[in-house]
């Protein structure tokens, strides 16, 4: 059975980008997250270390065992999903962190995608729905729904590899359709059979 990685090991995956789960370490962290099959070196210069899926597995159950200290989630990156009870401040700043997080996420689609492609969504955005649309959402300057301001709302839905897409006027829905299809998403229009609401139904392309 696999040892469970040492501290010093557990705070480098912890501090990996939690898009593309490039890692910063010591060649000899590195190296030993490589040979516990937690991280691989890539092929291309400048020669980086990632995460693979169990090393993303570590990381993300971090959150969850930290959950309960109070700001255990501080300073960690999280595209808007659109009405967040406190959302991150807008400006400089964020804009860079969106900036970022979508060059960091399209750098993932050219290491993941079998056949490189970065205009097809891959694996991590499969297994992270909502985040996915969402920064691409945020990242192409759609602005989501925060208290009294209007904007999109992202969210999860009974079928498998889709997600709901919420906007406050039909202008703007077809916007939203527009930037998702760009970015590899195939988005439909549909209506609420009870509200008669309007939204998107999003799901990743796969060709």
Wanted: hydrophobic letters at 40%.
């Amino acid at each position: 059975m696999t040892r469970p990685p040492t501290a010093a090991q557990r705070r480098v995956i912890e501090a990996a980008d939690p898009v593309t789960g490039r890692l910063r370490g010591t060649q000899a962290q590195l190296a030993a997250l490589v040979k516990r099959g937690l991280a691989f070196r890539h092929p291309r210069p400048p020669h980086e270390h990632f995460l693979t899926p169990a090393g993303h597995r570590i990381r993300e159950a971090v959150p969850e065992a930290a959950a309960e200290e109070p700001g255990a989630d501080a300073g960690v990156f999280a595209a808007r999903v659109g009405g967040e009870e406190e959302p991150p401040a807008d400006g400089a700043a964020r804009l860079r962190e969106v900036h970022s997080a979508w060059q960091g996420l399209l750098e993932l689609r050219r290491m993941t995608n079998p056949d490189g492609a970065p205009d097809r969504p891959c694996g991590w955005e499969r297994g992270h729905l909502v985040r996915a649309a969402a920064l691409a959402l945020e990242a192409a300057g759609h602005r989501p729904a925060a208290g009294d301001e209007d904007g999109y709302r992202v969210r999860a839905t009974p079928q498998p590899e889709a997600v709901a897409v919420y906007a406050p006027d039909a202008e703007g829905l077809a916007a939203c359709a527009a930037t998702l299809e760009r970015a590899g998403w195939q988005a439909g229009e549909y209506t609420e059979p009870r509200t008669r609401v309007r939204y998107l139904l999003a799901s990743p392309r796969r060709t």
